[in-house]
C-alpha cells in the first residue's frame, strides 16, 4: 500500500487546506449575510456542476492518465485559491465570487475524487478493500479533526488571508507528492472495447451496467435519499452551530474537531479491523445512529453534551461511507469502475443539490421565523428548541434526521438491499 500511502498524504494536507478555506469562508459568509440561504447556495454552487459532468467523467477517468488528472485537480484549486485571495487582499470579495470559486472546484476536485477512487482497488489487494476505503474516511475525518480548530483560531487572530495563503501551500504538498509516485492505470481491453461504440452507448455504459445488477441499484437508490437527506442537514448546520453559538468560531471550531476526532477514531477502527463481515449493517445500521446523533446535536443546550454528541457521531460516519465503497469496489470490475462510479455519484447525488437549496430559504422563511419570540411554534416546542435565532434550524434538522433514520431502518426491510453482497455475483 506504500503508493496508496504516499498519495494518502499529499490528499491529506490538500484537504486539510481546502478544509481550513471551507471553515473561514463559511465564517465569513455568515457575518456578511446572516442568512443560512447564502451558505446553502455555496454547496448548491459545488454540487451542480459535479453532476453536469458526471456523464462524462467516467469516460474521461477510465481513457486518460488518472495521475494527470488528480494533478489537475489540484493545480486547478490552488489557482482558484490564489483568485480568492487577491479578491479578498484588495477588499474586492463577495459572496457571489464564493459561488464561482465553488464551481469551479466542485468540477475539478470531482473529476479529482474520481480518478483517486477508481484507482484504489488497483494499489490495494482486494483484502484491503475495506481498509483502503477507511483510509479515505481517516483521511476526511482527520481533515475534520484539524482543520475547524485551526480555521477558528487562525481567523480570529489573523483573518480570512492568512487561511487562504496556508491553503496554498497544501497544494504544493499534494502536486509534489503526487509527481513522486506511478499511479497504475486499468487494463484498457474493456475500456478500448466500448471506445468504438455509439456515443450514446458510452455514456450510458454505467446506467446499463447497473440495470442488469438490482442489488447494486438498491443500494443506490438508498444512497439517493440518503444524500437528499444529508444536504438538507449539512446545508444548514454552520449556520445552526453560529446562530446558537453568538457567532463564536472557536466554538464552531471545536464542535467540528470533535466530529472529525470522532470520524478519525472511527476510520482507524475500521482500517484495524476491517468493517463488519456484513457491510450492509454499516451501512444502514451506521446511518441509523449518525441521524441519532443529529437529533441529539440539535436538541443540546449545554456545550459538553454538544461535544460529546459530536464525537460519538463523528464515530460512526465512517462506517456507512467506507462499507459503501468497499461494497463497489468488489462488485465492479477495476476497469469499468470510472464509469460505474461516475453513474453512481450522478444517480446518487441527483437529488443533493435540491435538499441545499431548499434547505436555507426553508430555514430563513419557516422554521425561524416559526420559532421567534411569538412566532406559531415557539408556544408549542420552544421549551425544547428554545426560541430565538437557530431554534427553527435545530427543529428543521431535528425533523429531517428522524426521517433519515426511518429510511435506514427501513432499508432492512428491502431484500436486494439487505442482500447486495451476497447478491452481486449474479449478474
Known amino acids: 500500500m506504500r503508493t496508496l500511502l504516499t498519495i494518502w498524504i499529499g490528499q491529506f494536507a490538500s484537504l486539510l487546506g481546502s478544509e481550513m478555506t471551507n471553515f473561514a469562508i463559511t465564517i465569513w459568509a455568515w457575518e456578511v449575510s446572516d442568512r443560512a440561504t447564502a451558505l446553502s447556495f455555496i454547496l448548491v454552487a459545488q454540487q451542480i456542476p459535479r453532476l453536469l459532468i458526471s456523464p462524462f467523467a467516467g469516460i474521461i477517468c477510465d481513457r486518460f492518465s488518472r495521475k494527470h488528472l488528480m494533478l489537475l485537480g489540484d493545480f ?7 483568485v480568492l485571495l487577491v ?3 484588495s477588499d474586492r470579495l463577495e459572496i457571489w465570487h464564493l459561488y464561482i470559486s465553488g464551481a469551479i ?11 483517486y477512487s477508481a484507482s484504489m482497488s488497483l494499489m490495494v489487494a482486494k483484502q484491503h478493500y475495506a481498509r483502503a476505503a477507511a483510509l479515505q474516511s481517516l483521511q476526511i475525518s482527520g481533515g475534520y479533526v484539524l482543520a475547524p480548530a485551526l480555521a477558528g483560531s487562525i481567523y480570529a487572530i ?8 496556508i491553503d496554498l501551500s497544501t497544494f504544493v504538498v499534494a502536486i509534489i507528492t503526487l509527481s513522486l509516485v506511478s499511479v497504475p492505470q486499468p487494463n484498457s481491453s474493456k475500456t478500448d472495447a466500448t471506445s468504438t461504440s455509439p456515443r450514446l452507448q458510452q455514456l450510458t455504459f454505467g446506467l446499463r451496467y447497473l440495470w442488469t445488477r438490482p442489488s447494486l441499484l438498491a443500494l443506490l437508490s438508498f444512497f439517493l435519499i440518503n444524500n437528499f437527506i444529508d444536504s438538507l442537514n449539512f446545508a444548514i448546520l454552520p449556520a445552526m452551530v453560529l446562530a446558537r453559538s453568538g457567532n463564536d468560531a472557536t466554538i464552531v471550531g471545536t464542535l467540528y474537531a470533535f466530529f472529525g476526532a470522532g470520524g478519525a477514531i472511527g476510520g482507524l477502527t475500521i482500517s484495524i479491523w476491517g468493517g463488519p463481515k456484513r457491510r450492509i449493517h454499516g451501512v444502514l445500521t451506521g446511518n441509523i445512529i449518525w441521524k441519532f446523533g443529529l437529533v441529539v446535536l440539535a436538541l443540546a443546550q449545554r456545550t459538553s453534551v454538544k461535544m460529546g454528541t459530536a464525537f460519538v457521531s463523528g464515530f460512526c460516519s465512517p462506517f456507512p461511507s467506507s462499507s459503501s465503497q468497499a461494497i463497489w469496489m468488489a462488485a465492479v470490475e477495476p476497469e469499468v469502475q470510472g464509469r460505474v462510479f461516475a453513474t453512481r455519484f450522478f444517480l446518487g447525488q441527483l437529488a443533493a443539490p435540491l435538499g441545499a437549496a ?8 419557516v422554521f425561524e421565523p416559526a420559532m421567534q419570540p411569538g412566532g406559531t411554534l415557539a408556544s408549542i416546542l420552544g421549551s425544547i428548541f428554545g426560541t430565538g435565532q437557530g431554534a427553527g434550524m435545530a427543529l428543521q434538522m431535528t425533523l429531517v434526521s428522524i426521517c433519515g433514520a426511518i429510511v435506514a431502518l427501513g432499508g432492512y426491510g ?5 442482500r447486495v453482497e451476497l447478491e452481486k455475483t449474479e449478474a
Not at 105 to 115: E, R
Not at 358 to 364: K, S, T
Open 105 to 115: 472546484n466542485g468540477l475539478f476536485g470531482y473529476i479529482q475524487a474520481l480518478a
Open 358 to 365: 431548499i434547505a436555507g430559504p426553508l430555514a430563513d422563511r
Open 158 to 165: 489573523a483573518g480570512l488571508g492568512s487561511i487562504l495563503a
Open 414 to 418: 428491502i431484500r436486494q438491499l439487505r
Open 87 to 89: 479578491l479578498f487582499l
Open 76 to 82: 486547478v484549486a490552488g489557482l482558484s485559491t490564489i
